[in-house]
Every structure is written in structure tokens, then in C-alpha cells.
């Protein structure tokens, strides 16, 4: 029985509903929804009574969520115990894009291996697809998703994060001076953009084909942060998560460009195998990283 599903019910029961509790955990509600489904059929029961928009629990509900406190309670006293650095030590292999890699793996990595030092990471810089591929076959422990919001049963989902994406420009290009652009006026601009088969790429493709556009790029390369540096010095134009631009944005060489039409959502997300054994090196990493990625 996986904790983070306990974790999720007992939230249901403290505040009271679905949509409360995914706030609290950074969850979306259907993630949360999906997740009090799983642990109802893993234990062939009902646990909540559902009126209208409101819930209740079941006898056996009030019974699961007195024990799920018991078992979470005893998790986390088993983790204190062995959290001390020198004695949790093991492989974790990651599978990521680069512009995840970029995110997690600077002061977060650095902070983490102060707590855990005999704790050695595998990180493999692939597409969605191919993370998912490699967690079917083992060949990673974990995968660090920036994609469209994922939810699947063979999965289970350890953190996720909504990130916000824009279009952006040098301080100086004249599209800023525009109230509000088109997704087809845009069209038309010189593009620098990331390969067509990365996952925020994939999902502005997919906005545009439901308008029936398309962009051209001057310019397709992997690396997002050599893209930031080339749309400060020119006027090209890009699409990328914020936190990927937040430091060209915050010390004023860009600006994000004021489109009023076009909708995309990308999620971070860190994914198991529902049927992967925890290790306690596995345990301490998704821990640790469950709250770098909720801040």
C-alpha cells in the first residue's frame, strides 16, 4: 500500500473535501479523486459517503483513516530513524529532460547531498515517452516528467507542480509595445524554439493546430538556456516554462509577450512504478524532492 495515497486520504478527511485537499498537497483535484479510487479498490471498500458536493466517511472509512494515521505515523518515525546521512546510502536512476535537469540539479542537489552523501544518482536526459519506456523496464527507479498532465494507474504520481509558460522577447523588440498579440500575428515572427518532439514544444504545436497555424523556426535546439541567451540579444522570439526564463526575466533582459490566445499547461511531475520496491535510498530522494518541487 503506497503512503502517498494514505497521505492523500487522511488530507480528504482534515479538510474536508477534494478540492481542499489537493491545494494543500499540490495536487489537481482528479489526481486526488483517482487516488481515493485506488486505495478504495485495493481495499474493496467505500470510504466516503458523497452528497451533492459534499463528503462523509463510511464506518469503514473512520476506520481506515484511524489506522492510515497509525501506519503514517510509524513511516515517519521508521524515516527519522534513518535519516541520519551515513546510514541510508544506494543508486537512484533518474530519467528527465534538460530543462528538468537544469531546475532540480543546482542548490536543490547540492542541499540534498549534505543530508544524504553516500546516496549516488544516475540521471538519464530522455523524452516522455522514453522515461515511461524505461520505468516499465526498470531501467530507472523514477521519472521527472515536464509534460502535460499525466495520470495513469501503473503509475503513481510522488509530486507534481503546474508551471507557466510564455511567450517572450528581448527588452527592446517591438512587439512589447502591443496591448495584446495573436497566436496568428505571432506566426509570422522569427522563432527560436526547441526540437519539435520536447514536451512544452509538442504542446504549443498542439494549441496551434486546434487554430490551424503553424511556426517555422529559424532556429530548433535542445539547449533552452542558449535559447534564452540569443532572445536577450535579437529579435527572436520563444516559448518556454518560466522557470527556465526567470533569470533572464528578473534581471530585465526580457520580457514575456502579452498573448491573449493561446492556452497551455505544463506539469512537472515525479512518477514511480506502482510496483517498484522503495529503497531507503529511493525513500530519502523522493522525500527530499516531493518538497523542492511543491515550494
Not at 458523497?50 to 518515525?77: C, M, N, P
Amino acid at each position: 500500500m503506497d503512503t502517498n495515497v494514505l497521505k492523500t486520504f487522511v488530507a480528504v478527511c482534515e479538510y474536508s473535501g477534494f478540492s481542499a485537499a489537493a491545494e494543500k498537497l499540490g495536487y489537481t483535484q482528479s489526481t486526488v479523486s483517482s487516488q481515493i479510487k485506488q486505495l478504495e479498490s485495493e481495499l474493496n471498500t467505500v470510504l466516503f459517503d458523497r452528497f451533492y458536493h459534499r463528503i462523509s466517511l463510511t464506518s469503514d472509512g473512520i476506520t481506515v483513516l484511524q489506522h492510515a494515521r497509525e501506519i503514517l505515523e510509524s513511516h515517519e518515525k521508521m524515516l527519522e530513524d534513518l535519516r541520519a546521512p551515513e546510514t541510508i546510502e544506494g543508486n537512484v536512476r533518474l530519467a528527465m529532460s534538460s530543462s528538468v535537469c537544469n531546475r532540480f540539479f543546482k542548490d536543490d542537489f547540492l542541499e540534498f547531498r549534505k543530508h544524504f552523501p553516500n546516496i549516488h544518482l544516475v540521471v538519464v536526459e530522455s523524452g516522455t515517452e522514453q522515461m515511461f519506456d524505461m520505468l516499465r523496464k526498470n531501467e530507472v527507479d523514477l521519472i521527472f516528467t515536464l509534460d502535460s498532465h499525466i495520470y495513469d494507474s501503473e503509475f503513481i504520481i510522488c509530486a507534481e507542480h503546474e508551471e507557466k509558460v510564455h511567450f517572450f522577447a528581448s527588452v527592446d523588440n517591438p512587439l512589447l509595445n502591443k496591448a495584446n498579440i495573436s497566436l496568428k500575428e505571432l506566426c509570422t515572427e522569427d522563432f527560436v524554439l526547441t526540437e519539435s518532439n520536447m514536451s512544452y514544444r509538442k504542446l504549443l504545436n498542439n494549441e496551434l493546430a486546434t487554430q490551424s497555424l503553424e511556426i517555422h523556426p529559424v532556429l530548433e535546439i535542445g539547449n533552452p538556456l542558449q535559447i534564452c541567451s540569443l532572445i536577450k540579444n535579437s529579435k527572436m522570439i520563444s516559448f518556454l516554462p518560466d522557470f527556465i526564463t526567470e533569470d533572464y526575466y528578473n534581471s530585465g533582459e526580457i520580457k514575456h509577450l502579452p498573448v491573449n490566445d493561446c492556452d497551455v499547461s505544463v506539469w512537472t511531475q515525479l512518477l514511480i512504478h506502482k510496483n517498484k520496491w522503495k529503497s531507503p535510498a529511493l525513500n530519502a530522494f523522493i522525500d527530499f524532492y516531493r518538497d523542492v518541487i511543491r515550494k
